[in-house]
């Protein structure tokens, strides 16, 4: 309990420094005005994100309310067509994770 919750701790420092980049550009996304290849390239580890919250609950895993420019460019990653098409809700990482090192793991889920 006691390492993931300093492990997660960096990641919200990361994603504070994430949060500050948005909020002095002004823009959507990181790539500007419309997703870029930062965007698309850091969007899979925050999409994954909700999978702490839900696979160790009660233990302060959330995504922070305080990064409001970082949860702008999550709802408008939400609304980039491959994304929208393609991208999965924690529940469904986290039913992932939970049989990964399974003996029947289901990849085609």
């Known amino acids: 309990?006691?390492?993931r919750a300093k492990h997660f701790s960096s990641i919200v420092a990361k994603l504070g420094e994430m949060d500050e980049e948005l909020e002095k550009s002004g823009k959507k996304f990181f790539g500007g005005s419309s997703p870029g290849m930062t965007d698309l390239m850091v969007w899979?580890?925050?999409?994954?994100?909700?999978?702490h919250?839900?696979?160790?609950?009660?233990?302060?895993m959330e995504f922070?309310?305080?990064?409001?420019?970082?949860h702008a460019w999550i709802k408008n990653m939400w609304e980039v067509p491959a994304i929208k098409m393609y991208g999965l809700e924690g529940a469904a990482h986290a039913k992932f994770y939970t049989q990964y090192f399974s003996e029947h793991c289901d990849f085609d889920m």
């Open 1 to 3: 309990v006691e390492e």
């Open 44 to 51: 899979p580890w925050i999409e994954r994100l909700p999978v």
């Open 53 to 60: 919250n839900i696979l160790f609950p009660g233990e302060g």
């Open 64 to 70: 922070p309310s305080e990064l409001t420019s970082l």
